[in-house]
């Protein structure tokens, strides 16, 4: 079914809405969730919670890219989880890995979570990334976008991991030039 239909079945309401949904976009939302949590229960509570959140939030939004929303609802979901998973006891998961890497680009005292959040350094990352060289771009991505560890990246693009983790090494010290130039740091 086309995302503009399933979209037109949430705002009419319909059960069907969630069905199509998890149809389409269920291993995708799995997918995400489970590369965060790293555990099949977590990432399956997290992709029913995505359905719940789609539903409540359809009526106010008409999401131009389905798969993004989802994606997007299905990412903070995770990383909520782990965040609940860990607040005790910091480590043991790739997220918390990835967002310490990332800690050291990215300016403010508040966690790298929230500072994340924000609209104008989001809009900043965003146009860095969209800057880089396609193979970059797609570590990088997978590494901070969907929390891939190093050796599942090596493995996906077929090159070694010490490949990987220079490029992330380059591509996070041409991020923290690019923020202090943008008068983010």
């Not at 079945?9 to 069905?19: E, F, H, K, M």
């Not at 131009?64 to 989802?70: E, G, H, N, Y």
Request: net charge negative; glycine share 4%; proline share 4%.
């Amino acid at each position: 079914m086309e995302d503009e239909r399933i979209v037109d079945l949430y705002w009419q309401r319909s059960d069907q809405a969630i069905s199509e949904t998890n149809q389409k976009y269920g291993r995708y939302c799995h997918t995400i969730a489970y590369n965060i949590c790293g555990k099949d229960e977590d990432a399956e509570e997290c992709v029913n919670d995505t359905w719940f959140r789609a539903w409540n939030l359809m009526p106010d939004q008409r999401p131009s890219v389905l798969s993004v929303f989802l994606g997007r609802i299905t990412r903070n979901l995770a990383i909520d989880c782990i965040k609940a998973r860990n607040r005790l006891k910091r480590g043991g998961g790739e997220a918390v890995l990835v967002l310490d890497e990332l800690e050291e680009c990215i300016p403010g005292e508040k966690p790298p979570e929230q500072v994340l959040e924000e609209k104008e350094l989001e809009e900043a990352i965003r146009r860095f990334v969209s800057e880089l060289p396609a193979f970059e771009k797609t570590i990088f991505i997978l590494r901070y976008w969907h929390l891939i560890s190093v050796p599942e990246i090596s493995k996906k693009l077929c090159c070694s991991q010490g490949k990987i983790k220079s490029s992330l090494f380059r591509t996070r010290k041409k991020l923290r030039i690019f923020l202090q130039e943008e008068g983010l740091c």
